[in-house]
């Protein structure tokens, strides 16, 4: 009997030894904290020479791609820095958050909630299309590609949304107007969803024809500001549509696309930037910053209807 028992206790501190030394194992690999180096790389992955370490290597696997979720590695802040303000905005247009989101008078109607949760929308779209495409790019070159046009047709979604929702409200009285700008932009939004999503786009040749396509797409927004500046001047327009905080959304979207084109900080210093504070970081945060600043000019547009024209 007192054999058995020792037998017994034998067993069990093996047993014991033998799952702590799995889950000890099953915990590094979960972690996984192989990175690799720019020059380790398939050809295909290469596209910042300035970050040259943190990166996950090609994997091939969907489940080691949603593990990589839980450990640092330098698409991390790109990713999280998207993916938590798409969940906020997620919790705002299922109603978890709505009635913090704009103040309610006895005239606001069904079409202000319309118009304000499409904003809200574009704004989703395209932080998690932003937010996947940073995840999964590692998978494969043919869901990098893929992910990378879903990531182009979620800016267009983007400014589609923001134009549309302030020029409603800024054209309320002359709607339209608001057709008219509407229609230019829509076209403009649908000739960069093709030049996002068809293949031969992507050929290197078409590289400044799409920026320029892009460009022009986000200088629309320079028409119906022109018109109401012309037609109301700057303290109206600027009571109209929340001007300061529209411009302060150029100045935070422009600066980061800036900065992202030129690789500013790390291309003056190669390899201190590769898990913080990147260009591509800076300007997923900045992005951020001018959808907040457009969601403030929107609710004021909103507001200035409803207190001194309805």
């Known amino acids: 009997m007192q054999r058995t028992n020792k037998s017994t206790k034998k067993w ?5 030894n033998t799952l702590r030394k799995d889950h000890i194992s099953n915990l590094k690999s979960f972690k996984r904290q192989v990175l690799y180096s720019f020059n380790d790389l398939p050809e295909w992955q290469k596209d910042n020479e300035y970050i040259h370490t943190g990166y996950i290597k090609e994997t091939n696997s969907y489940m080691e791609i949603i593990k990589s979720l839980m450990y640092l590695h330098n698409e991390s802040v790109n ?6 303000p798409g969940i906020v905005c997620l919790l705002i247009l299922l109603g978890v958050l709505e009635h913090t989101t704009m103040p309610i008078y006895l005239t606001t109607s069904y079409s202000d909630y319309w118009i304000i949760n499409f904003f809200f929308l574009g704004v989703l779209f395209c932080f998690s299309m ?3 495409f940073h995840c999964f790019k590692a998978h494969s070159e043919r869901i990098s590609i893929f992910g990378n046009k879903l990531d182009y047709l979620g800016i267009v979604f983007l400014i589609i949304s923001s134009m549309v929702s302030i020029m409603y409200y800024g054209f309320y009285d002359k709607f339209p107007l608001f057709i008219l700008f509407t229609a230019i932009t829509l076209s403009l939004g649908s000739m960069c969803t093709v030049v996002s999503l068809k293949d031969k786009f992507r050929a290197p ?11 022009l797409f986000g200088l629309s927004a320079v028409l119906p500001l022109a018109y109401g500046l012309i037609s109301y001047g700057y303290k109206n327009t600027a009571r109209k549509i929340g001007l300061n905080w529209v411009l302060l959304e150029g100045v935070f979207y422009i600066s980061g696309a800036t900065l992202y084109g030129l690789r500013i900080p790390e291309k003056h210093s ?41």
């Open 12 to 16: 069990e501190s093996n047993k014991a």
């Open 270 to 310: 190669p390899g201190n930037f590769d898990y913080f504070f990147n260009s591509h970081q800076i300007f997923h945060v900045l992005v951020v910053a001018g959808a907040g600043a457009h969601y403030v000019g929107l609710i004021k547009s909103y507001q200035h209807v409803h207190e001194y024209i309805l």
């Open 130 to 132: 932003s937010a996947t």
């Open 79 to 84: 990713i999280y820095t998207h993916l938590l």
């Open 205 to 215: 040749h078409w590289r400044a024809k799409r920026a320029t396509m892009f460009v």
